[in-house]
């Protein structure tokens, strides 16, 4: 299937919300929310044709499982977008030169954003809501194991645009074909950023291919560094949040890094963790510490494989350092710049921690599930860049736009 045609229209669609009436998008993100809530049971037996075709152990599971008490988090997120400021046409800077022209410098949207993702079908609704409200038209490339999910979810975003009389290409859903991904990446013409969410092989794959612009978002190894000086009551909880609150997800904990001087506290560290079935690949030392204290079946010798592995399930590494250092050397090395954290009482530590550390998000006494566009204040979120131009951390309607010079005279020419 040729796509040209229709990337014409999507980018056609754009124009149109080059002058947003913010009334008119609000009025619509409210009637989407709401139009959502009343078709939940239709979007969850959609959804349920996907699930069936996956095995219930696959780590994508849970990604694409879309819950009643999911989709109110979907409404919910929806309504908050609705109300987010207007983030295009701010002025950044303004000034007026010797020779009387008022140069300014303002937001505006990008045009036309692809957005290629893997199992969650949430994601559909996150990037429209937010490419709508920033005036940015979205193609999006869903996989095929959540066929089903998505097209219910355009199918309810667009009949609510055409009561509004707003063209409804500006959410186009493409077949989930891989040609349909290599013309996607290749639409220079027509589209003017593409954004991967999934995998590391996913993003790979399309910083490879794309002739487009990308921004990089989605995968997360995370890690947790628990300092000498570290509280652990404190550590307790913070470890087993980080791991356990929703394992599919890329702010999850993947390596618990602990300083040999507090391996007589781990089995408490983690004992938390044992509750929810969470098997541990501990290096030598941590798992000596672990025998006898941990659930004998859910304890193993790490491998080479375990470090720098984002898991994605109820499975953990542990990695024993001998000092500070060392346990910054680990997360340089096996890191994917996402989300970091460190656990201590030491402000010293801490505050070399935050500076050092080379992430999007870097936390001192507290779990790396925060790193999330809701959870910073952002309404919702197109994803978690782990990249340095442009944007950084959790993706919202900032980071949706992109900026032109205005330059304002009355006749003035240049010798």
Known sequence: MNLESVFKKVLKASRTLNVPDQDIIIKALQMIAKETDKSSGFIISENEKDLALMDKTDSKYDRLLLSRD???????????VAQMPNPVGKILSENIRPNGLRISKITVPFGVIGVIFESRPNV?????SL???SGNACILKGGSDAINSNKAIVEIIKSCLAKLDIDPHIITLLPAGRNETFQLLNARKYVDLIIPRGSRELIDFVRENSVIPVIETGAGICHTYFDEYGDKVKGRNIINNAKTRRVSVCNALDCMIIHEKRLSDLAYLVELCSGSDVELYADSKAFAALIGRYPAGLLHKADRESFGTEFLSYRMAVKTVAKFEDALAHIEKYGSKHSEAIISENNDRINLF????DASSVYSNASTAFTDGGEFGLGAEIGISTQKLHARGPMAL???TTYKWII???GQIRK
Do not use: H
């Open 398 to 400: 900032e980071e949706l």
């Open 131 to 133: 490419c709508f409200k």
């Open 70 to 80: 999911r989709i109110k988090g979907i409404v919910a997120d929806l309504r908050n």
């Open 124 to 128: 559909t609704f996150d990037v429209f």
């Open 408 to 410: 304002e005279g009355n």
């Open 354 to 357: 935050l500076k050092l550390i």
